[in-house]
């Protein structure tokens, strides 16, 4: 094996900067990083690319399509580390600063937008230890010193001039500094943390707050502006600090597990084995735990802290890795993701997923280990050769930093990374599908692979039986459900008006997560309910199915949905299952559904009474019911129909003598003709018909038959 | 059946005589057609011991009266022959294939004095030809459930065959016939629906589904609470005469033995630690005994090329049963058997307990259960639902009705009337005994309403019925 050295000239502080990288470097053996104490730098030995790739050529193959993580395109690119080129990360703006001779020839800022990015240069006044601009941009602090912070204004207008400020304990050492906004500032001494406020215009800094502590090390979480102070001797006692507008709070300090108690007592607990991250919103501090390398080991395993707001700190999760060796850790679409460098490959736990053959709040690994997916690279220098093809970039290098949350650099390729998961294989390496849809349902961009999920178990490759289905959908449901009672909540507080305004409800997200019916039914349903493969009963079941669901749920069944289920028991004859869904109002009443019904009356004639039954119900629809009485012929159903409803005063008369002359039965045509009349007696005193009535042939037609004298008169009444 | 009647004579007691069957038989003029072989004509007859010319005379007569209104109206020969002591009913259920039921008419003995004999009364108006006509076509049906047609048996074995089928069901089959109880609901023949809510429904639904998949065997199946239909996989005629079958003899059958409390139908020691009641009507009784029989009845259902042999499991969980359909082509196992009654057992216990819950909280919700002033049989064409506050649940042995038989005469009678014409009519009746009694017909529904209202006027009446309406029946629509 050839082995490569990359000298990074790197003081102290940049390792400092460069501190969770070694998060990865970290978990570290000896034989890839060393760090040469008396040096002051960092040596790094990577294998030289390929080494892998040619291993294993027909394994690759198999587990092409199973990748499930995947290094972002468009990465970040910048000078990668030399002897003239320092490269330091800041995790809170994002930021790579790549320092070229202490910053005489140039500081090159990349972040992850182009906006972030700057170039400018500044004096070399030292070696840089640690560089960071405030959020925003706006002022640049400069670490060359162990006892104090330089700054630069980066405001327009303002003063150039760089100043400084030396930390106020007596002889502490700055182990560095943390921007908690655009001009408040942190410094972290081993003796304590002091907070400043930075004043540009008159380029001086005023000390708000400080704390004395013992400090080994720190982590500083950005998202959450809170900082993680290690103490004691052992450096297991961890106190977290959080910064906001101005103050420091002290939240509870709790102690790390060893794994053994050192005698005599030394520095045990290793910046790098602790990394500080959010996870489905809340704040976890995690901790990497070696176990002795004996035959029997269990395996390493990650310990989950969480850290309320307010309250102490517990142990809350447990994530086993079932091996050894070199680790680093990253959060992505709040998944713990563990890299394995010796295998080469990386675990993802989700903290939500409850193991059922587990005790309570241990997590195996989601799914079996995979490589992050092979990843290519176009040779950049200056020069850059078009016609040269990109080159299979190395994985799992011992070069890599691994930054918090979904970071990775390469700092001696010159790229920075986001991870981030692909759904779509995962879906084949789970197979229970009802914890496949519980995991999905959490994840970030989960629509369309979940709808996926479902045209599989409806008889792709994947059939599932109706069991999983049924649970399937419930899940899914439950998550509609969920978000429709949130939203109609809001609704109805802002409609009470801002009266409890204090109380102000934020209008719930609409997240991936939530598949509703239309969804279901234009990427699912319908093409489902097409299938000739697949026998109507099974397509009948999932129908029902689903609506069972999202009954159970509360959740009101669109009409689509209804139309679906009769269709596809029109196209089979199964009328009579159609009859005993309506008769126990499975598919709910509706006009249009009514409406679809006496359109099948040719076929099955009970849909016509099924169908009366329903507008009867509606109780809207009582123009509906006399159009259709009218059109059967019943025209003295239809007439006795809208008496008993009240509607006769309104009703127009012409329809009704139209249907009865039809009839062509002159009995039912005086009956109706002397019906109206009555009625208009009774509501103008005269049993004659308003021009607007447009009866007149009625009336011509009704004296031909009957006679003159058998119209009512005023006069006879 | 004897029943004492509420008149007295002259202090000494008249006896009244219900109707009863007097002779049942089947008969193909066909195969026997010259003289002397007119014996083999006839298929089955009861009672058997009648003499054999006395035989060969009723069926003659049959085909005479049959033959003779032919010429009349080609197509509808005479369906029933009214005479003084009896009345016949003659029902051709295939071609040339003749059934025919002699009924007694009903007879008040009424004793004469200084010993003559006593003198009796047969009352020949009291039985409704409707009634005993559909008797009549029910017992086709019900042959025609476990045996397939006539044809069939014929085609399969000849005359024998055919005889020794007919002789084997009618044997049985005639005994269970109570034709003092015939009324209304034989004219119909209607299912019974247990009202249910959506939601237990769909799980209902969600039962039958996937135990049809798991058990692909299984073609059809049905489901039932409390002798009332909840969900029928086959077709409405099909179902219809199995239904009548489960809830006039199986059912009855085996809860009179649960009601006498013995045969307890709990069973602790069962697999996959999950106590369920479930056990099987039909087929083994025990699954444990190492001799149980795996074999089940077996019914003909129409299907699009003839009829279609099952067999029939017919498995019940408290008050929930359900039953399902397989291929009679396919030999049933034991291990098919438990894995079903692992399967359906544990989860129709559940389903029932549901069912049970959910009903009860819909009567809490209705309001208790009031005792309902009007006694009422609903039935519509469409779905062959039928509601009756007018019978009281029904055994193997009676069907027990609340009101005075004369009362459900004239429920026949209207009946007759609607079946006249097509139009939707209404009749309001004032019966002897002061009741009033109303029938409706809409659409395909018939209603029928006895209300005993003395002193009320036609006008009250209506308004009764159109507020019964308003309650009972707001969800269909019913014209007024």
């Known amino acids: ?717 | 059946m004897l029943m004492i009647s509420p008149k007295m004579a002259s202090g000494v007691q008249e006896k009244q005589y219900t109707p009863c069957l007097l002779s049942f038989f089947i008969y193909n003029p066909t195969f026997g057609p010259r003289e002397g072989e007119e014996e083999k004509k006839i298929l089955f007859y009861h009672p058997s011991a009648v003499e054999k010319n006395e035989k060969i005379r009723n069926v003659g007569l049959c085909e005479a009266i049959v033959q003779f209104t032919r010429t009349f109206c080609p197509t509808k020969p005479a369906k029933s022959l009214h005479t003084q002591k009896n009345r016949q009913f003659f029902f051709e259920p295939e071609e040339n294939f003749w059934m025919v039921m002699v009924v007694r008419n009903p007879m008040i003995e009424k004793p004469n004095k200084d010993g003559k004999p006593p003198t009796i009364e047969y009352q020949e108006e009291e039985i409704l030809d409707t009634v005993y006509g559909a008797v009549v076509r029910q017992c086709y049906c019900m042959y025609k459930l476990f045996n397939s047609t006539f044809g069939r048996a014929m085609e399969a074995g000849g005359v024998e065959l055919l005889i020794q089928k007919l002789e084997k069901f009618f044997y049985r089959y005639l005994q269970t016939l109570h034709l003092q109880s015939c009324d209304l609901l034989d004219v119909f023949g209607g299912i019974s629906f247990f009202p249910l809510d959506k939601m237990t429904y769909l799980k209902i639904q969600s039962f039958v589904n996937q135990v049809e998949e798991r058990l692909s065997l299984i073609k059809y199946t049905a489901f039932l609470y409390n002798d009332q239909l909840i969900w029928s996989g086959l077709e409405q005629d099909d179902m219809r005469i199995l239904y009548k079958y489960l809830t006039t003899s199986l059912f009855p059958r085996h809860s009179e033995p649960e009601l006498a409390g013995r045969d307890s139908p709990l069973r602790p020691e069962v697999a996959g630690n999950l106590l369920h009641y479930g056990r099987f009507l039909t087929g083994p009784t025990n699954l444990k005994d190492p001799e149980a029989k795996f074999r089940f009845p077996k019914i003909f259902i129409s299907a699009v090329d003839g009829y279609e042999e099952l067999h029939l499991i017919v498995y019940k969980a408290m008050s929930a049963a359900a039953c399902f359909m397989i291929s009679a082509s396919v030999e049933l196992t034991r291990q098919f058997c438990e894995q079903l009654d692992s399967l359906v057992g544990p989860q129709l216990t559940l389903l029932a307990s549901d069912i049970c819950e959910q009903f009860t909280i819909n009567r809490r919700i209705s309001g208790p259960e009031k005792e309902p002033q009007f006694k009422f049989i609903y039935f519509n064409h469409m779905n062959l639902a039928e509601k009756s506050t007018i019978h009281m649940r029904k055994t193997a042995s009676v069907c027990l009705t609340s009101v005075h038989p004369d009362l459900m005469k004239i429920l026949g009678d209207i009946n007759c009337d609607f079946a006249r014409v097509d139009e939707d009519e209404e009749i309001i009746v004032k019966a002897m005994t002061d009741y009033w009694v109303v029938g409706k017909k809409s659409d395909q529904r018939e209603l029928y309403v006895i209300l005993n209202q003395k002193n009320a006027n036609l006008i009250e009446v209506n308004e009764e019925v159109k507020r019964l309406c308003a309650t009972q029946f707001n969800n269909i629509f019913f014209l007024d």
């Open chain 1, 1 to 717: 094996m050839v082995w490569k050295r990359v000298h990074m000239k790197v003081r102290q502080s940049a390792i400092r900067t460069f501190s969770s990288v070694c998060c990865y470097t970290s978990f570290t053996t000896v034989e890839t990083v060393s760090y040469c104490e008396g040096e002051g730098r960092l040596v790094v030995r990577f294998p030289v690319s390929g080494q892998t790739s040619g291993a294993e050529p027909a394994r690759c193959v198999r587990m092409a399509n199973e990748h499930y993580l995947e290094l972002k395109e468009n990465p970040v690119q910048f000078e990668h580390a030399s002897s003239v080129n320092n490269v330091f990360f800041d995790e809170a703006n994002k930021q790579v600063f790549a320092v070229r001779s202490g910053g005489a020839t140039g500081v090159v800022v990349k972040g992850p937008d182009d906006k972030s990015s700057v170039a400018f240069r500044m004096d070399d006044k030292g070696e840089v230890k640690c560089i960071k601009f405030s959020i925003g941009n706006k002022i640049l602090a400069v670490q060359r010193t162990s006892k104090s912070v330089d700054f630069i204004n980066f405001i327009p207008d303002y003063p150039h001039m760089e100043f400084t400020q030396e930390c106020k304990t007596k002889n502490a050492n700055v182990l560095g500094f943390c921007w908690t906004s655009w001009n408040e500032i942190v410094f972290i001494t081993d003796q304590g943390v002091e907070f400043y406020q930075v004043f540009p215009d008159k380029r001086s800094l005023k000390l708000q707050k400080s704390q004395n502590i013992n400090v080994n090390w720190y982590q500083y979480c950005p998202e959450t502006a809170v900082l993680l102070l290690s103490t004691t001797v052992q450096g297991n006692v961890l106190q977290p600090l959080a910064f906001r507008n101005g103050t420091i709070s002290k939240m509870s300090k709790f102690e790390i597990e060893l794994p053994v108690i050192p005698k005599p007592a030394k520095l045990s607990l290793s910046e790098r084995d602790v990394a500080i991250a959010t996870i489905y919103g809340q704040l976890y501090v995690m901790y990497l735990k070696h176990h002795s390398r004996t035959p029997n080991s269990p395996g390493a395993e990650v310990v989950l802290y969480h850290l309320p707001r307010e309250g102490p700190c517990k142990k809350s999760h447990v994530l086993k890795l079932n091996t050894t060796g070199k680790f680093a850790l990253n959060i992505v679409d709040n998944l713990v993701v563990v890299h394995h460098q010796s295998s080469q490959t990386s675990l993802i736990f989700d903290i939500k997923l409850k193991e059922p053959d587990c005790a309570v709040n241990t997590h195996q690994p989601v799914l079996p280990a995979r490589s992050i997916h092979p990843y290519r690279v176009s040779l950049s220098g200056p020069v850059v050769v078009p016609s040269q093809p990109p080159v299979p970039c190395q994985l799992y290098s011992s070069s890599w930093s691994v930054f918090q949350p979904d970071i990775i650099i390469s700092a001696s390729e010159g790229y920075l990374w986001y991870l981030q998961v692909k759904l779509a294989p995962m879906v084949h390496l789970l197979e229970d599908k009802g914890k496949l849809m519980d995991f999905l349902l959490r994840r970030r961009d989960c629509k369309l692979v979940i709808l996926s999920v479902c045209s599989q178990i409806l008889g792709g490759h994947e059939e599932a039986g109706l069991p999983v289905v049924a649970t399937v959908f419930d899940k899914l449901n439950q998550v509609y459900k969920d978000y429709l009672e949130a939203d109609q909540s809001y609704t109805a507080a802002m409609e009470s008006g801002p009266s409890r305004g204090s109380t102000a409800q934020k209008r719930p997200v609409r997240t991936q997560a939530v598949i509703d019916q239309s969804d279901m039914y234009t990427h699912v349903l319908s093409a489902f309910t097409e299938r000739r493969d697949v026998s109507h009963k099974f397509i009948i079941a999932v129908l029902m199915e689903y609506i069972r669901s999202l009954n159970q749920n509360q959740i009101t069944v669109q009409h689509y949905l209804y139309e679906l289920v009769i269709k596809t028991l029109v196209q089979h004859n199964l009328f009579y299952m159609l009859h005993q869904f309506l008769q126990y109002h499975v598919l709910s009443d509706s006009k249009p559904l009514a409406c679809l019904l006496l359109s099948l009356e040719s076929t099955y004639p009970p849909a016509h009474q099924l169908s009366l039954d329903m507008l009867k119900r509606l109780s809207t629809a009582n123009d509906e019911i006399v159009e259709v009485l009218l059109s059967k012929q019943q025209v003295l159903g239809a007439l006795r129909f809208i008496r008993s409803v009240g509607g006769h005063d309104n009703v127009s008369a012409r329809k009704f003598l139209d249907a009865a002359r039809q009839t062509g039965d002159q009995m039912l045509f005086y009956t109706v003709f002397r019906s109206f009349q009555q009625r208009n007696q009774r509501l103008r005193g005269n049993p004659a018909f308003n021009p607007g009535e447009h009866c007149e042939e009625h009336v011509v037609h009704f004296q031909q038959l009957f006679g003159e004298q058998a119209l009512m008169k005023p006069s006879t009444v």
